[in-house]
């Protein structure tokens, strides 16, 4: 089984097989996810205090928010999973 890694900014790296979604923090229902998983003690934090501009959840319902776009995100994801093709 090979370990496929996603950096999303600032040297932080997120196990890319489990991802389930990458989205913009602009909406209410995930304004509310963001809320809630920071109550139940699931919410990472890997903005380094700029401004939250990716929302990446989980299957183990963790919420991990990154100062990167979404779209920058998922190019990484969609390289990093190519090059794991590849290989």
């Known amino acids: 089984m090979d370990i496929k890694l996603v950096n999303i900014g ?3 790296i997120v196990s890319g097989s489990r ?3 990458i989205v913009s923090p602009e909406s209410a229902p995930i304004k509310r996810i963001i809320s809630d998983a920071k109550e139940k ?3 990472i934090d890997a903005t380094y205090g ?3 501009r ?3 959840i989980t299957d183990s319902n963790h919420v991990v928010l990154s100062s990167i776009q979404p779209e ?3 190019q990484r994801f969609t390289i990093n999973k190519d ?3 590849d290989n």
């Open 19 to 21: 991802i389930i979604a």
């Open 54 to 56: 990716a929302v990446i």
């Open 10 to 12: 600032f040297g932080n």
């Open 83 to 85: 090059k794991m093709i």
């Open 41 to 43: 003690g699931q919410l």
């Open 72 to 74: 920058t995100v998922a």
């Open 50 to 52: 700029r401004r939250t």
